[in-house]
């Protein structure tokens, strides 16, 4: 399933990672749902007092899996096209004064097709603008694409995943909306370096995917 997953996620994002010799080269791993893909990323980069960015709407059960280890998300405004860059600016620019003490956030969570509670799929053209920002600031980006294949578009617009030259995006994909909601298969997709580390936490909680799934 991995094999089939790695080469399917070529074709479709086409991401520029894709080289042996990249340092943040594309790799996957298979988990139970995308909340548990969600979950084990905050756990690995959010820790008690840190912060990360997020939709000022955005998935409710996204938001209560950072309370156990204290992190914290501020919130940032968004338009019909996704995230407003320009808010995000103020935000990252103005951070010493709305939070006084508080490290800057080290990653941006969005779910960029068909948001959850919104039903914004966001723009190629916002997505190019912030992941420049993301680039500047040193931001990581995990991007939701639940329901990437339900979008009206044609073609489908492409992911951050797509736009990643340096290895920064973490792409949680799940079959509950396409084959069938019990499942419990998720797909994280990202830097082989950020995906080692996330198996090993993944190792001492849930061990392996359901084979039966």
């Not at 912060?51 to 955005?58: D, R």
């Not at 995000?88 to 003490?101: F, I, K, N, T, Y």
């Not at 489908?156 to 019990?182: E, H």
């Amino acid at each position: 399933l991995k094999e089939w997953v790695v080469e399917f996620q070529k074709k479709v994002h086409k991401p520029p990672t894709d080289n042996p010799q990249h340092p943040g080269r594309l790799d996957v791993i298979i988990s139970n749902g995308s909340n548990e893909s969600i979950n084990l990323a905050f756990q690995m980069l959010l820790g008690e007092d840190e912060w990360g960015l997020v939709e000022a709407a955005t998935y409710p059960t996204a938001i209560t899996m950072t309370e156990p280890q204290g992190a914290k998300l501020e919130m940032v405004q968004t338009d019909d096209e996704g995230m407003l860059v320009e808010d995000l600016e103020r935000v990252l620019s103005s951070w010493a004064d709305l939070h006084p003490g508080a490290s800057k956030p080290k990653v941006i969570y969005a779910v960029t097709s068909g948001c959850n509670p919104t039903g914004i799929t966001w723009s190629l053209q916002r997505k190019r603008k912030l992941y420049e920002v993301a680039r500047a600031n040193n931001l990581l980006i995990l991007e939701d694409c639940a329901y990437y294949f339900l979008q009206f578009n044609r073609p489908l617009i492409p992911t951050f995943l797509s736009l990643d030259v340096d290895g920064r995006v973490m792409l949680m994909d799940t079959f509950s909306k396409t084959v069938a909601p019990g499942l419990r298969v998720g797909v994280i997709s990202g830097p082989q370096p950020l995906l080692n580390k996330l198996k090993l936490m993944k190792d001492i909680g849930s061990l392996n995917s359901s084979g039966l799934s």
